[in-house]
């Protein structure tokens, strides 16, 4: 027996091995399972013990192989995988940088800058004003008289709710309207402004109506605005976004802080289902009492007022046809606008 190296000791050194490197690795092979190595001259050995012995150990060599092979095998993968990520850290300071990935500006931001710039050009100014509105700015000074049923028009989302005195109520707003009133508080007649920003509707969520979007509100109070002037600007302002060849509609509607209102559609049209009309402005001629309501004379000055939605103005330009798709922040419908 003395030919046959202990296999319990081998056993141990397999197992012990260190195979951290390559190095280490290939002497391992040619240590315990090359040609020349131990298991082979163990396996070789076999002849030479006692006959009664040579089929267990045949059996214990076989499975000290098959060890120091799966080892070897394990040791030989983990070490290329590393080298394959290393290589594709590579420290090649002559490869391009792997790309970053930049985002855009959403659709509607999109649409809003858009809408800006046009009415840029055609010589209105920028204002803004708060989202948290107090009952005055939102509604009576814009000719809602209190329990007046008009105020259901538009759902309110309440942040103070005062039954005794509803001048205490506090509202999201609505609307952009109030910011006409906040503008003409400061600035007297002659204003030309839009007043672009978000707006809340406590209503039903639909594919067209969601409960917060955003309008750009328009003013123009000068001397002899009449209603020509604000067909001709809505007009010249649907050519300029939507291109010449858009199909639009002008209705009469009413609007408590407009006399003579109207409303403007537009044709929406998607891949996915039949065209049909879509509300995108309403619009007016501003109403006496609110001029009054701000200190300026309905009789010598005159304007005009609108306020449009910009989610279904991006709707019908993009072909987008359910409003939700614009707040859901999915990157695969995001990615479409670059
Ligand atoms: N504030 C109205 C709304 O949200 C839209 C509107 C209509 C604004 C007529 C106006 C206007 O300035 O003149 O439904």
Request: charged share 25%.
């Amino acid at each position: 027996m003395a030919t046959v190296p202990d296999i319990e000791s081998v056993k141990k050194e397999i197992t012990s091995y260190s195979l951290d490197s390559e190095e280490n690795i290939e002497s391992f092979r040619l240590k315990y399972l090359s040609r020349k190595g131990i298991i082979t001259e163990m396996l070789a050995g076999i002849g030479k013990a006692a006959p009664e012995e040579r089929a267990r150990l045949g059996q214990e060599l076989n499975a000290l192989k098959k060890m120091a092979d799966a080892r070897f095998k394990e040791a030989k993968k983990r070490l290329e995988g590393g080298a394959a990520s290393q290589k594709s850290a590579a420290d090649d300071p002559t490869l391009p940088p792997a790309p970053t990935p930049v985002g855009s500006s959403h659709p509607l931001s999109q649409t809003l800058e858009e809408i800006k710039t046009i009415f840029y050009r055609l010589g209105f100014t920028i204002a803004d004003g708060p989202e948290l509105e107090d009952d005055f700015h939102n509604f009576t000074a814009l000719n809602f008289p209190p329990e007046h049923p008009a105020r259901d028009m538009q759902d309110t989302f309440f942040i103070r709710k005062d039954e005794n005195n509803p001048e205490n109520d506090l509202v999201l707003r609505t609307h952009t309207s109030p910011v006409q009133i906040r503008l003409m508080k400061e600035q007297k007649p002659p204003v030309r402004a839009i007043m672009p920003g978000r707006v809340y509707r406590n209503e039903s969520i639909t594919a067209k109506s969601y409960c917060l979007f955003h309008q750009v509100e328009g003013l123009y109070v000068d001397k002899n605005v009449n209603l020509a002037d604000l067909k001709h600007t809505l007009i010249t302002f649907s050519e300029l976004l939507f291109g010449k060849n858009m199909k639009y509609r002008i209705r009469p509607s009413f609007f408590p802080f407009t006399e003579p209102s109207l409303e403007m559609d537009i044709w929406w049209q998607t891949g996915n289902r039949p065209g049909q009309w879509m509300e995108i402005l309403g619009a007016g001629m501003v109403h006496p009492n609110v001029l009054k309501a701000v200190d300026v004379d309905p009789e010598t000055w005159t304007g005009f007022a609108f306020g449009m939605g910009v989610e279904r103005i991006t709707m019908s330009r993009y072909e987008i046809d359910d409003i939700r798709l614009l707040y859901d922040n999915d990157l695969r419908f995001l990615n479409q606008f670059p």
